[in-house]
């Protein structure tokens, strides 16, 4: 299974609204409503941010927010703070019954 | 309060066997829905789902990595223990092992990590 695609960077002032992609197939990211995101500041371990498309874990700010279409997930966040400065990956449920990463993105905070 | 604590040597030589030990705290592989997974992640690169165990000992591995993984639980100790056969120094990495619960955040969702243990392959 290959990693899922996603841009090396975006970046964003703050305030702004900034949307990360992540693309796959319909193995995987289009044929299951199982896409989760995680945010990872350097040093530190993942954090989930969204899990099934669009819910959000408790204690998760609503400025996240996930959406899907076709083979295409996204990550919005929206307000940005410095804080949300950081790397964030995407991961689906695959046909194969497994899961799969994207490449990460950074994010960076103007 | 669910915790996971990695443990296991930082430093192997190449050709040997790594074994990686997932400490429980807070919740039970014995209940129902709840899942451990080992993801890795090389310094500077992208997470790597590497291994999965759920309650009802249902294993799920990564296909590219499948023929070196092992995964397996021990409930009356609280543990999950990975095992990578064959380690190269390609596998010098951060290992995390991840907490998912059915009940809060679904199947396939990561939703308490632990702390992760780097491990390097040196001859």
Redesign the interface.
């Known amino acids: 299974?290959s990693?899922l695609t996603q841009p090396a960077s975006v970046s964003g002032s703050p305030g702004q609204s900034i949307t990360i992609s992540c693309t796959g197939t319909s193995s995987d990211v289009g044929g299951y409503n199982?896409v989760?995101w995680?945010q990872?500041h350097p040093g530190k371990?993942?954090?989930?941010m969204i899990?099934?498309v669009s819910?959000r874990?408790?204690g998760v700010s609503n400025r996240f927010s996930g959406s899907k279409s076709g083979n295409t997930a996204s990550l919005t966040i929206s307000g940005l703070q410095a804080d949300d400065e950081a790397d964030y990956?995407c991961?689906s449920?695959t046909s194969?019954?497994?899961?799969?990463?994207?490449?990460?993105t950074k994010l960076t905070v103007l | 309060q669910i915790t996971l604590k990695e443990s296991g040597p930082t430093l192997v030589k190449p050709t040997q066997t790594l074994t990686l030990t997932c400490t429980l705290s807070g919740f039970s592989l014995s209940t129902s829905g709840v899942g451990v997974?080992w993801?890795r992640q090389p310094p500077g690169?992208?997470?790597?789902?590497l291994a999965?165990i759920y309650w009802n000992d249902d294993k799920?591995?990564?296909?590219?990595l499948k023929s070196r993984l092992t995964i397996t639980k021990d409930t009356s100790k609280n543990e999950v223990v990975l095992t990578m056969t064959n380690m190269d120094p390609v596998d010098t990495v951060t290992y995390?092992c991840?907490h998912i619960g059915f009940s809060?955040?679904?199947?396939?969702?990561?939703?308490i990590?632990?702390?992760?243990t780097m491990v390097t392959v040196s001859s």
């Open positions: 299974q990693a199982y989760s995680y990872q371990a993942p954090k989930l899990y099934e819910n874990p408790s990956y991961s449920y194969s019954s497994t899961l799969v990463f994207g490449g990460g | 997974g993801i690169k992208a997470l790597e789902w999965l799920r591995y990564s296909p590219s995390y991840a809060t955040t679904g199947w396939y969702a990561f939703d990590w632990g702390q992760g």
